[in-house]
């Protein structure tokens, strides 16, 4: 019940947060917002304010902003009017949402940063039978401090320099041990790995594991901005990688794509692990909706990005039957994802017999 409350609770951030970018962006250049509205369903709240009527509704799976004259059926040609403002406008309320999306992630990541976070040391947990540091004569317990006299405290850091070395044949340790430092050469066993998108790569190992020593990581206020700020560019690079990979067949869809079920088993996870692995969770999730939203897809914020940028190209607006068509392909379009997705997840984690 907890981890739902919690799931329910992070979703309904992520969609808040999503349509208040619009709603902002909507009230800045004069557009009247007529509905601000979270989940779907029977109403469960309602209030006026203004202009604005806030509701939130049973089913905490999306939301939305209604704003007024924002489709050619209702629009009358007056000021506060979706329509009657500038392509440019108008993708200004379009974007918000997901640059604000973008936004939370960077200030999560920031505060993950600057608070702390746990990570493991670069201590020796147990070596592995035919690798090199059991050669070298590495023990349990022996802390390594230096990779080719590139300092490192934890092992993330040791990791990535020692399988970077994928093309030398060995590398020099600085480890120490009780109170003794000393150096030792290390033969390095080249193999072929999958990386977080199934892509095979070679590294270098040595054939170590990290003992369960944790220690709690904090960064200052500017290096933390910098550090947040590589995260989001390397998740939203790695995110339209991935989604390249999967429109040339290179990963499959079914190991690639989960959707409400499978984001909730990893949200409970996640809440067993502490405060900061549900505002990591958060953080990804909230960039990847952003990612997802601009994708130029009908319905999407991008797919309506696309349709500003050809209205501009033609300097007129799509026809009111053309855009019910592309409407109509939109919706069809996200049902069939949802339907897919939530198919994937059942089978992904309950197995095929429980499909047949």
Known sequence: ??????????????????????????????????????????????????????TISAIP???????????LEEYKGKKDEYFYKSPGERFQIIFAGPFLNYVLGFLLFWVIFFTGYPTLTAKV???????????????????????????????????????????????????????????????????EVSDQLGSKRSVGLVGITPFDEIVQVKHGLFSSLILSGKQVWGLTAMTYKGLWFLITGKISVRDSVTGPLGIFLITSKAANMGLVALLHLTAVLSISLGIFNLLPLPVMDGGHIVLLGIEKIRKKGLSLKTEGIITKIGISLIITLAVFVTYNDILRIFGSKFVK
């Open 1 to 54: 019940m907890i981890a739902f409350l919690i799931f329910v609770i992070i979703l309904s951030i992520l969609i808040v947060v999503h349509e208040f970018g619009h709603f902002c962006a909507a009230r800045r250049v004069g557009v009247k917002v007529e509905k601000f509205s979270l989940g779907f369903g029977p109403q469960l709240f309602r209030k006026k304010n203004g202009d604005t009527e806030y």
């Open 61 to 71: 799976l999306g939301g939305f902003v209604k704003l007024a004259g924002d489709n």
């Open 125 to 191: 947990g147990g070596l592995i039978d035919g690798y090199g540091a059991k050669e070298a004569g590495l023990k349990i317990g022996d802390k390594i401090i230096s990779v080719d006299g590139q300092n490192v405290n934890y092992w993330e850091d040791m990791q990535k320099l020692v399988q970077s070395r994928k093309l030398a044949e060995k590398v020099k340790l600085t480890v120490k041990r009780n109170d003794q430092i000393f150096a030792v050469d290390v033969k390095i066993k080249h193999k």
